[in-house]
């Protein structure tokens, strides 16, 4: 039984050597797999945090809006009109202030626009091409 053990599992050089280009193109195929998927996160999470500035920039366009009709009504009129307006602005500024720190959080965990677990992983590949680095047997 370990003769024909021994007999699949050691190949001649030159079946190992006929072996290679489809277990490097096999390679190239993965490492642009994990290119993308890395890629597809970082795209993700960018697209949550600008949208989220872009939530947050209309509230504060509307907050200036609130802000101005406060003014208005608080020249004109006494105090409850303009107070009321005070504190409708008050809450726009806040849910857009919450709105930015999340964005920015968002923006936070997509960490640079490189793929730096496929730029790892093609180092190490390469390593073990050359016979340097760690590889698996």
């Known amino acids: 039984m370990t003769d024909d053990k021994r007999a699949t599992t050691s190949r001649s050089l030159f079946q190992l050597i006929a072996d290679l280009p489809a277990l490097l193109l096999a ?10 998927a890395e890629l597809a996160t970082k795209a993700k999470y960018a697209g949550v945090g600008i949208g989220l500035f872009v939530v947050a920039a209309t509230l504060l366009f509307f907050a ?4 101005v009709a406060a003014a208005i009504l608080g020249i004109a009129v006494a ?15 806040l849910i857009a202030a ?16 490189a793929p730096e677990k496929t730029i790892a992983s093609i180092r190490e590949d390469a390593e073990a091409i050359k016979g ?3 590889y698996d047997d």
Request: net charge positive.
């Open 27 to 36: 390679l190239a195929k993965a490492e642009l797999n994990q290119v993308k």
């Open 64 to 67: 200036l809006g609130t802000l």
């Open 79 to 93: 105090l409850p009109a303009w107070l009321a307006a005070l504190i409708v602005f008050a809450a726009l500024v």
């Open 98 to 113: 919450l709105l930015v720190l999340i964005g920015v959080a968002s923006l936070k965990r997509v960490g640079g626009a």
């Open 132 to 134: 340097v680095g760690r």
